[in-house]
């Protein structure tokens, strides 16, 4: 699995903000992510910055009965200071 991380938005480590977002996706045949939706966000702020990183992240395709399939997961994105 390929995960690049988000870039934390400079407004927000600035003024010390953290939080999590969490999305909806599709993992599609191939592995890649589809159809992002936000379920919810600890800032609104923090939103595009982990679609932006999700987008380009990509997955081992899930196999059943030997085929690629599709298949919904919730994505947790962590903001945090270090």
Same mark, same amino acid.
């Given at each position: 699995? $390929?995960?690049? &991380?988000?870039?934390?938005?400079?407004?927000?480590?600035?003024?010390?903000?953290? +939080? %999590?977002?969490?999305? =909806?996706?599709? #993992?599609? &045949?191939? +592995? %890649?992510?589809?159809?992002?939706?936000?379920?919810?966000?600890? $800032?609104?702020?923090? #939103? =595009?910055?982990?679609?932006?990183?999700? &987008?380009?992240?990509?997955? #081992?395709?899930?196999?059943? $009965?030997?085929?690629?399939?599709?298949?919904?997961?919730? #994505?947790?994105?962590?903001?945090?200071?270090?």
């Amino acid at each position: 699995m $390929n995960c690049p &991380k988000p870039v934390y938005p400079a407004i927000l480590r600035q003024e010390r903000i953290q +939080g %999590t977002v969490v999305l =909806s996706a599709i #993992i599609a &045949k191939d +592995g %890649t992510v589809q159809r992002l939706t936000v379920v919810s966000s600890a $800032n609104p702020l923090l #939103i =595009s910055a982990a679609i932006d990183a999700v &987008k380009r992240w990509v997955y #081992i395709p899930t196999i059943l $009965n030997r085929e690629p399939v599709e298949v919904v997961t919730e #994505i947790t994105v962590n903001f945090a200071l270090q």
